[in-house]
């Protein structure tokens, strides 16, 4: 697997990743971002392509929707993310 950002990158991502889910899915009803993951998205947004994709999934997990992953994304993030994509959809049955 080619390895296309540093690894804490990547476990940056993920970090970011897992609390926009739990923001959108981690209790009832959908809760706000805390100011740091609101900050990392709107960093994100400012960077190259694929990263403002990235950033757009996100936010839309984090109002509690399951979007489909986006194609423009390097394969190891679209396994990452259809991984929690299909965690959310199993913990919702």
Do not use: Y
């Not at 697997?1 to 009832?28: D, E, V, Y």
């Not at 994709?53 to 990452?80: W, Y």
């Amino acid at each position: 697997m080619r390895n296309w950002k540093p690894p804490q990158f990547a476990q940056a991502i993920q970090q970011l990743s897992i609390a926009c889910a739990q923001a959108g899915f981690g209790q009832a009803q959908p809760q706000d971002l805390d100011p740091g993951a609101e900050s990392a998205l709107a960093q994100l947004e400012k960077l190259p392509a694929p990263l403002p994709d990235l950033a757009a999934f996100r936010r839309r997990l984090a109002t509690g929707e399951l979007p489909p992953v986006p194609s423009t994304l390097p394969p190891e993030l679209q396994k990452h993310f259809a991984q929690l994509w299909d965690a959310i959809r199993e913990s919702r049955k």
